[in-house]
């Protein structure tokens, strides 16, 4: 609960589209694993019925006529298993540590079930993830 309580620190890490904004609050690490704090906010009256969470190690630029690399990965755990939500979703992933090269993002992408197209993706690169957090296990 110490992630859910802290106050976002990262401010330009976002993207927009569709009247959705998604954002990294924070990145927290302790021993061998990763705390990322990601928040969606739906500015449409329609609910968000999501399907899947996916994330990914990928090439930061994607050229039409190379193969493009990337990783799944999967987290260890994550605070909710939230469905759907009307105008906010937040949610806390735990991820084994992990590194990449400077020409890769870490992509997180949410998308939405039945064929609406509503898709969003958040990067974060690896400056951000280095820039991490440190809590202590034994605060309160």
Known sequence: WSV???????????????????????????DDYFFIDVELENQTKIKYDIDQVRFKIEDK?????????????????????????????RNIFVFKKFS????????????EKQYSGRTITLQIDYEDILNADTFNKHAQ
């Open 4 to 30: 859910w309580n802290a106050k976002p620190n990262y401010h330009d890490v976002r993207t927009k589209k569709d009247k959705m904004i998604f954002k990294l609050n924070n990145i927290f690490t302790i």
């Open 100 to 111: 990449f090269s400077d020409e890769k993002v870490f992509t997180i992408e949410l998308a």
């Open 61 to 89: 630029k994607q050229l039409k006529r190379t193969n493009q690399q990337e990783v799944e990965m999967q987290p260890v755990m994550s605070l909710y298993d939230r469905e759907e939500f009307q105008q906010k979703y």
